[in-house]
């Protein structure tokens, strides 16, 4: 069996396992929550007391960040856990502060090669309105990047 061969397969087994928690995934899903969180949230609404709430969906439905994992968030004191907030008929709010709050959920992953992705983002803020974009997610020498939101135009 040819090197080619056997990468392809170690790929194609990859993206088959991608709905499973594991280090690579969390490392992408993580940027794409900081991506989105920092387009979502500029220091004009930080200032507000406003704060993000994640979840994870690694294909299966959302799931809460577990607590190793939200400690890569540490430098975002916006940040919160998904238990930290709730959703009500006019808005997300953090439970504790009552201040508004963005529901940010990142996945599943489609793996577009060993270092490039494209990930959904699902948020939401006002009401039962929630938003679904895609993320490019990459592959750096300092670790997986949040590219940011993929603008789909139609062609002209």
């Not at 609404?45 to 939200?70: I, K, N, R």
């Not at 006002?126 to 592959?139: C, E, K, P």
Request: glycine share 8%; proline share 4%; net charge negative.
């Amino acid at each position: 069996m040819n090197a080619s061969l056997i990468a392809g397969v170690i790929f194609i087994e990859a993206i088959a396992g991608s709905a499973t928690r594991d280090a690579e995934s969390d490392a992408v899903l993580s940027a794409a929550l900081e991506g989105a969180a920092l387009a979502l949230l500029p220091e004009e609404v930080q200032s507000t007391g406003a704060v993000a709430c994640f979840w994870l969906d690694y294909g299966d439905g959302p799931v809460a960040v577990p607590e190793q994992l939200l400690n890569r968030f540490q430098k975002l004191a916006f940040v919160r856990d998904s238990a930290a907030c709730e959703r009500l008929p006019e808005g997300a709010f953090e439970k504790r502060t009552g201040a508004p709050a963005y529901i940010i959920a990142a996945g599943p992953i489609e793996w577009l090669a060993r270092d490039d992705t494209r990930v959904t983002v699902v948020h939401q803020r006002a009401g039962s309105h929630t938003t679904q974009r895609l993320y490019r997610v990459v592959r750096e020498r300092r670790g997986w990047v949040s590219l940011g939101q993929i603008l789909q135009m139609a062609p002209a």
